[in-house]
């Protein structure tokens, strides 16, 4: 553990050092944040086909966000919150914008961002339709093979908790002022239910 506020670039460069020749994708997201496969199975598998057969120097992909709100929720909520959070802002709202990276960890240089790497030369990140994609955003939302449910707000409670606790990347904290922004309830996805029951396990297993 390291110690300290502002700490996660330097955990996430850390995990790259000590484990970069243990696996072969390692994936930057935060606790409140699900990645899964939109069209189900395993997440090995997907990222098997999205780059099987590529030698263009195509090192991870940059997976968006689909942000969702507090479905008018004041109070914290009990786990799971993925059975109770089922509402969240349309495709190509500009906070989906953002991505999460999952990389190869051997053609890291350092990682620069919570969102993405500095690649060695020549590496890069592909979006999930395949395009190269710079930075911290891909603005041409897709869900067709992955997409990360982020929980940003969960419940007013919970989001006044956050601004308590501060930054990750830096010393710094939320407002209330970034709220209405990121509490979107759009569209009604029940996509992470087809997860219920393996979650459930899990969380037992705890």
């Not at 109770?84 to 190509?92: F, I, S, T, V, Y």
Request: proline share 3%.
């Amino acid at each position: 553990m390291i110690k300290g506020k502002g700490q996660q670039l330097n955990a996430y460069n850390d995990a790259i050092q000590k484990h970069k020749n243990e696996c072969r994708w390692m994936a930057f997201i935060d606790m409140d944040e699900y990645l899964i496969p939109s069209q189900g199975g395993m997440l090995g598998e997907t990222m098997q086909r999205l780059f099987e057969g590529r030698n263009d120097g195509a090192a991870g992909i940059g997976v968006n966000w689909a942000i969702f709100g507090t479905s008018g929720h004041k109070n914290r909520l009990p786990p799971p919150i993925t059975e109770k959070l089922l509402n969240r802002a349309e495709n190509n709202y500009w906070t989906n914008f953002h991505v999460k990276t999952i990389c190869n960890p051997r053609l890291v240089a350092n990682y620069i961002s919570p969102h993405y790497p500095h690649y060695r030369l020549g590496a890069y990140s592909i979006s999930d339709t395949g395009k190269r994609q710079w930075g911290w955003s891909f603005n041409d939302v897709q869900y067709n093979n992955l997409r990360i449910n982020h929980y940003y707000c969960k419940s007013e409670e919970d989001y006044l908790k956050k601004i308590s606790r501060g930054l990750g990347d830096r010393v710094g904290s939320y407002d209330m002022s970034r709220y209405k922004y990121y509490d979107k309830n759009d569209v009604h996805d029940e996509l992470m239910l087809r997860y219920k029951s393996e979650l459930s396990k899990r969380l037992k297993s705890f």
